[in-house]
Structure formats: structure tokens, C-alpha cells
């Protein structure tokens, strides 16, 4: 029996990961997540010797289609950067047609926040609030400058373009800018909560040591009224004995059971209910690291186009397959919700 209710389980999971599998494979955010991946590996490849290296290696252990011997290598060593570029470049382009309305979601994401925040009832709004609100409205401008190049990043045949290529290079160069600006205000708003986290926490670590105080004084309490309900049941009783009503007490104990049994149950859903806080407590500023070291590691993409930070194509790929899993994640647990 426990054995096939530990298959049962087993097969229910690996259901729920292909189902999650299924979701982020066909979502647009995880789509894009992928092929940024794939964008920032290839770059690794092209841009980091040994890397590249590795890659040769593994390719020249695939069949050739000419012999059935193994190839010295498929594709010719020479060659084999511009090819990666390639297709780094045809990937970057993918990611590009599920972000070319995204500026709508993040002005609308923007003015959102300081809706909310406008017409809240505190007089204050406070500084992680703004940030967000700062980094949103900046990300949305980065978002706005890249969908107005988009028929350049296209390079269709026979010139077809917006703008001048001058021109269209230095609204991707500010394009770049913006979105270094949008991490840096992302990346304040992440201290300031890790910050404030760290300071709830130890402001409920002294609640609940105030509550387990409380709790032992009401157990206390609690224990010394039991004693005296005890001894006036004992009384009752000598009492009903010596009287001839047995039975009576017998069901007094009965609603007595009645009563603790719903007690009990009310107090399992309470408890399960703060469990399950406490877990969202938990896992919360877990999140908030994981994106903030996801917009440090990003610092590096838009500061290395305009010279804030100064790093290697190779380095910059490394920091974007790094920025890219944390980020994906976030992506990954929501398609498992």
C-alpha cells in the first residue's frame, strides 16, 4: 500500500514538472528567456578561446555526412566565429519580436505603481516605491527606443530603414543607457527591501519571543485552571455519587470531548495558515536577492555598449547566462504555479 501511494506521487510530480515544462515552452517570456540564453552561450563560444575549444572538440565527435568515419571537424576552425556571431545575432533578433510592444507593459506597470501609491492614505511614499516606479518608466523608455529600430535590426534587402544608420546607432547607444539607468534604480529598490526584510526579521524574532513568553504564562495559566476545574469535577462527583446521578456526569464529559475536538481542529487551521505566511515570508527575500543579483550581473550588458563598463564580449556573455537562469526562474516558478 505505501508503496503504491509513493508511485502514485512520484508519477504525480513528474506530471506537474512536464505540465510546468509545457507552460514555459510555450510561454512568450519563456520563450524569450531561452533564446537569450542561447544568445549568451553562443557569445561565450565566439568571444572565449577555451570555450570554443571545447565546442570544436565536441563537434568534431559527430558522424560525417560524407564518410561513415568520424570528421576531423565539420565545420572549419577559421570559420567557425563568424558562424556563431551569426547566430548569436539571428537569436538576439528572436527576442526582439516578443519585446517590441513591452514598452506598453512597463509604462502601464509605472503608472500603476504611482496610481497606487498617489492615492494611498499615507502621507509618504516610500523610497523602494519610487525606485520601482523610476526603473519601470526608465525601462520602458529603453524598451520604446529599441521597438523604433526595429525595422533596422530587420537589415532587409534593398535598404528599407527609419532612420539613417547614425541615427539609428545612437538611439540604440541611449537605448542602452536608459536601460542601465532602469537596473541601477531596480537594483536600489532590491537593497532597500533586503534592508527592510533584515529589519522586519528581527523585529518578529522579539514578537515572537514576546509571544512565546505571553503563551507559556497562558499555558501556565490554563494548566492551574484545569487543576481547579479537576478538583471541583472530583467534588461534583463524590457528590452525584453520593446522590445517585451517575449518569449525568457522564454526559457532561461527552460535550466536554465535543468541545475540545472543535478547539482542536480550529487551532490545526490556524496553525496551518501561519505556516504557510511564514513561508511566504521566507521565500520573499529570496526572491528579491535572486533578482537583485540578476540586475547587478545585467549592469554589465548595456554598460559595456556605452563604456560604463569596461569588460569583454566574453565577460558579457558569461554574466548574461548568469543573469539569464536567475531571471528564468522567476519565469519557471510561475509557470509551476
Not at 135 to 161: C, H, K, P, Q, W
Not at 175 to 194: D, E
Not at 271 to 283: D, F, I, M, S, V
Request: with cysteine; net charge positive; glycine share 8%.
Amino acid at each position: 500500500m505505501a508503496n503504491k501511494v509513493s508511485a502514485e506521487a512520484t508519477t504525480k510530480s513528474r506530471t506537474s514538472t512536464f505540465e510546468q515544462f509545457t507552460r514555459f515552452s510555450t510561454d512568450a517570456t519563456g520563450l524569450e528567456r531561452t533564446f537569450r540564453f542561447l544568445q549568451a552561450l553562443l557569445q561565450v563560444f565566439a568571444y572565449i578561446a577555451p570555450a570554443r575549444a571545447l565546442l570544436v572538440s565536441l563537434i568534431s565527435l559527430l558522424p560525417s555526412h560524407h564518410t561513415k568515419t568520424k570528421a576531423p571537424a565539420l565545420i572549419p576552425t577559421e570559420s567557425i566565429i563568424p558562424l556563431l556571431l551569426s547566430l548569436r545575432a539571428r537569436f538576439a533578433l528572436g527576442r526582439r519580436f516578443f519585446r517590441i510592444f513591452r514598452f506598453l507593459d512597463s509604462f502601464a506597470s509605472a503608472w500603476s505603481l504611482y496610481h497606487t501609491a498617489a492615492s494611498s492614505s499615507t502621507t509618504t511614499t516610500s523610497l523602494e516605491t519610487w525606485l520601482d516606479i523610476t526603473s519601470r518608466s526608465f525601462n520602458g523608455m529603453y524598451l520604446l527606443l529599441e521597438s523604433l529600430t526595429f525595422v533596422e535590426a530587420l537589415a532587409l534587402d534593398g535598404g528599407l530603414s527609419v532612420w539613417d544608420a547614425q541615427r539609428a546607432a545612437w538611439l540604440s547607444v541611449e537605448g542602452q543607457r536608459l536601460w542601465f539607468f532602469a537596473l541601477l534604480c531596480g537594483v536600489g529598490a532590491g537593497v532597500v527591501r533586503l534592508v527592510k526584510a533584515s529589519l522586519e526579521e528581527v523585529e518578529e524574532r522579539r514578537e515572537r519571543e514576546k509571544e512565546k513568553e505571553k503563551e507559556k504564562e497562558k499555558e501556565r495559566e490554563k494548566e492551574k485552571e484545569r487543576e481547579r476545574e479537576k478538583e471541583k469535577e472530583r467534588e461534583k462527583e463524590k457528590e452525584m455519587l453520593g446522590a445517585g446521578g451517575k449518569g449525568a456526569g457522564g454526559v457532561g464529559g461527552e460535550g466536554e470531548k465535543d468541545g475540545d475536538g472543535h478547539q482542536q481542529q480550529d487551532s490545526i487551521i490556524e496553525q496551518r495558515a501561519l505556516l504557510q505566511k511564514q513561508r511566504e515570508r521566507k521565500t520573499q527575500p529570496r526572491r528579491v536577492l535572486r533578482r537583485l543579483v540578476a540586475d547587478v550581473l545585467d549592469l554589465a550588458v548595456p554598460g559595456a555598449v556605452i563604456g560604463w563598463v569596461p569588460v569583454s564580449p566574453g565577460t558579457v556573455g558569461l554574466v548574461m547566462l548568469g543573469s539569464t537562469y536567475l531571471t528564468g526562474l522567476e519565469v519557471w516558478e510561475r509557470c509551476g504555479r
